[in-house]
């Protein structure tokens, strides 16, 4: 699917028991037969995305899940599949039929709470009577904490009385977050800042257009009333000499950190289109924190590398070659390279085992997504960075990439100290 804002849209996930009225409330949101219905338990076997404007929320990806009382072999996968879009969400609806609330509603309540997922019980009453005795309930009822809020609807699987979906409309807007993303550069730059965006196009960019992070450099910097210029890594040094003031800001692609790096005079600043994602999705001084734990890769060592979606992997592939040539180098003998590639990050003894994690860029990652993943290698006590600051640190310019974020290259520079101590007492 190509929707480039999908990282931004509000994740909704829809969970509950077989038949307890998800797919009918998926459909009944979305105004359309997204998602399969009918009287047989089990009709959803894999999660069904819908992507959406939902009043007065915004875009939106709602999520079917299959149930969570799925029996049997293939039952258990399907509630694994379930489980794992956990992942994925950032609020999250626990459907009930009438106010059937049981072990499997208790432990997705468990799960969300222990994945930090704020939720709200929806009862989808069958006829009035129903309806009337969900109304009498509370979140006690649930031995919820009294903080989880409730909604009530009445769908029949084909229409939708009016007004119905008004609570749950209401329960997803009391659970949005409301962290405000941070701005990907405009920050960087006084009013009508004079920005150089360098996007190479060789063989590795998408034929046809720029990649996501670009894109989205270029709609930061209009919204920020930025003077920006686009252009490729070869008409850089020529950019740079027609202007008449220099940039104030530099942002390239981190494969042509090097050639950039050394064309462009050290008084400008420099950065990468994955120092500034990095910020954007989740914990830019946790990143080059684990950006020097590269300096202490050995021969031998395990390293994952991550890649947020799959890909077809191309001749000289970032993740598959060019990553672990330059660790290599860097480690001084081969290191043990492990890809994973996906929307899910499960494999936990993969995680285990390794060092250092390098993860892509994640574009198509939500924030909250991102950082997830963060504080699942933080809890395994795994450094973790990313592809474009493994890449700059290599070259010998992550500190020239970093500078314009301070407390990231403070980080990074205080990580590189406690190296070094660490090193002097072995
Ligand atoms: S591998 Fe990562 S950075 Fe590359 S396109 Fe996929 S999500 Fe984006």
């Known amino acids: 699917m190509s929707d480039a804002r999908r990282p931004q849209r509000l994740h909704i996930g829809l969970f509950g028991r077989r038949n307890a009225g998800k797919s009918s409330l998926c459909n009944a949101l979305c105004g359309q037969d997204a998602a399969l219905v009918s009287p ?32 049997g072999e293939l039952g258990a996968q399907r509630v694994a599949r379930s489980l794992r879009t956990l992942e994925e969400v950032d609020v999250a609806l626990v459907v009930l039929e009438d106010s059937l609330w049981g072990p499997p509603e208790a432990r997705l309540a468990a799960a969300l709470q222990a994945a930090d997922v704020p939720f709200g019980v929806v009862c989808n009453c069958r006829d009035a009577a129903a309806e009337q005795a969900a109304r009498r309930l509370g979140p006690e009822t649930f031995a919820l904490p009294a903080s989880i809020p409730l909604a009530v609807c009445r769908l029949d699987g084909t229409s ?28 960087l730059l006084p009013p009508r800042g004079r920005l150089l965006l360098v996007c190479p196009q060789d063989g590795s960019a998408p034929k046809g257009r720029l990649i996501m992070p670009q894109v989205q450099a270029i709609r930061d910097a209009l919204d920020g009333h930025a003077l920006c210029l686009v252009v490729t890594d070869e008409e850089c040094g020529a950019a740079l000499e027609s202007l008449r003031e220099a940039p104030q800001l530099i942002v390239c692609d981190s494969q042509v950190i090097a050639p950039v790096a050394a064309t462009a005079p050290p008084e400008i600043p420099l950065t990468t289109f994955s120092v500034l994602m990095a910020r954007l999705k989740g914990d830019l001084p946790l990143l080059a924190r684990g950006a020097a734990a590269l300096h202490s890769l050995r021969p031998g060592d395990t390293v994952l590398i991550q890649e947020a979606c799959s890909h077809h992997p191309q001749e000289d592939d970032i993740g598959r070659v060019k990553i672990p040539r330059l660790l290599a180098r860097l480690a001084g003998g081969e290191l043990d390279c492990r890809l994973l590639a996906g929307r899910h990050w499960q494999d936990y003894d993969a995680i285990q085992q390794a060092r250092v994690v390098v993860h892509c860029g994640g574009c198509t990652l939500s924030r909250r997504q991102m950082t997830r993943r963060l504080v699942t290698a933080r809890r395994a006590r795994l450094s973790m960075t990313n592809y474009g600051m493994a890449i700059s640190l290599a070259q010998g310019v992550l500190e020239r990439v970093l500078s314009p974020f301070p407390d990231a290259l403070a980080a990074y520079r205080e990580a590189r100290l406690d190296q070094s101590a660490r090193q002097r007492h072995a």
């Open 160 to 187: 939708t009385p009016a007004g119905a979906l008004d609570e749950v409309r209401e329960l997803l807007v009391r659970l949005r977050p409301q962290e405000e993303e941070p701005p990907l550069l405009r920050d």
């Open 40 to 71: 047989v338990p089990g009709t959803t076997t894999d999660p069904v995305e819908k992507v959406m404007e939902l009043a007065p929320l915004g875009p939106v990806v709602l999520l079917d899940t299959p149930g969570l009382d799925d029996a």
